[in-house]
Nanobody, 119 residues
């Protein structure tokens, strides 16, 4: 079993910054990707930023230039640096890990951390 523990959410004023962290533990096999998704009230969950083990990064257009994803492979930890936050960034942010074992893909989610951008 794989466990993802997120931290770093909270309340911040517009224009402020937050840094989210997600540490993976447990029986982790070959990691295909780690990333961040978010879900705002009444909306579907959407991809924010994902980094693959091959080194590629995919960042949503809505956050490009403001959010940066990074990863510490030795610690199985992924980070999301969020700058110039806007009220529309308010959502529950979920960490995601995709691993591959014997040709099967496994999808794991964290419990979510609330990010609220408000004055």
């Amino acid at each position: 079993q794989v466990h993802l523990v997120e931290s770093g959410g909270g309340l911040v004023q517009p224009g402020g910054s937050l840094r989210l962290s997600c540490a993976a533990s447990g029986r982790i096999f070959s990691i295909k990707s780690m990333g961040w998704y978010r879900q705002a009230p009444g909306k579907e969950r959407e991809s924010v930023a994902v980094t693959t083990s091959g080194g590629s990064t995919n960042v949503a257009d809505s956050v490009k230039g403001r959010f940066t994803i990074s990863r510490d492979n030795a610690k199985n930890t992924v980070y999301l640096q969020m700058n110039t936050l806007k009220p529309e960034d308010t959502a529950v942010y979920y960490c995601n890990l995709v691993s591959i074992k014997m040709g099967f893909q496994y999808n794991y989610w964290g419990q979510g951390t609330q990010v609220t951008v408000s004055s």
